[in-house]
């Protein structure tokens, strides 16, 4: 994706029980305690406990999830089809 392709990102997070992501292309994985989203800047990493995307719109790049979210990190060189945990026991 070049840099004229990649769409608006932001992240608002509210008192990390209502997080709303822009920008999404993908979502490779997820579960209670976890969610992979891909954006044009990376990939983001979604921890927590109780996850649940409430509305994920690759369309419009829109992602929305609830529960109690206790970390977002960006991975820049993702590498897509490998599972969360395969990547975390590196």
Known sequence: ??????????????E????RVSGVTDVDS????????YTGLGALIISGEE???????VETGELSVEGN???LAYEVNHTKGKSFLSRLLK
Request: net charge negative; hydrophobic share 40%; proline share 3%.
């Open 51 to 57: 996850l649940h995307i409430s509305r994920l719109d």
């Open 1 to 14: 994706m070049t840099e004229e392709n990649i769409m608006p990102h932001s992240v608002i997070l509210n």
């Open 69 to 71: 979210v206790s970390s």
């Open 30 to 37: 997820f579960d209670e305690e976890s969610i992979a989203a």
């Open 16 to 19: 990390r029980k209502e997080l």
